[in-house]
Nanobody, 117 residues
Framework: QVRLVESGGGLVQSGGSLRLSCAAS????????MNWYRQAPGKERELVAT????????NYTDSVKGRFTISRDNAKNTVYLQMSSLKPEDTAVYYC??????????WGQGTQVTVSS
């Protein structure tokens, strides 16, 4: 059974840090481009960070550049999003996503991140 399970969300003060994890099962995540999205209340889902496969290139939306880092641990079939210098506007549900050409796209259930001012 294919699953993506996010964890690591929570409540943090402005300026704080969190590390989100996305554990994949039922498929090999190293063969997929892995993305982190977020959706704030009343807003559209937004692509935050990408780690491509093949190649391992990373890309970030402008608002998180220099603050967020996406990484992988292929041995654990897990992708991470290290978030630092968090701001209230980073408050959202964060979703993990796996994409590979000619294969289905997978989504996790999301994890809530709340940044208090």
């Amino acid at each position: 059974q294919v699953r993506l399970v996010e964890s690591g969300g929570g409540l943090v003060q402005s300026g704080g840090s969190l590390r989100l994890s996305c554990a994949a099962s039922g498929f090999t995540s190293s063969r997929y481009t892995m993305n982190w999205y977020r959706q704030a209340p009343g807003k559209e889902r937004e692509l935050v960070a990408t780690n491509t496969s093949p190649g391992g290139s990373t890309n970030y939306t402008d608002s998180v550049k220099g603050r967020f880092t996406i990484s992988r641990d292929n041995a654990k079939n897990t992708v991470y999003l290290q978030m630092s210098s968090l701001k209230p506007e980073d408050t959202a549900v964060y979703y993990c996503n796996a994409v590979r050409q000619y294969y289905p796209t997978y989504w996790g259930q999301g994890t809530q991140v709340t940044v208090s001012s």
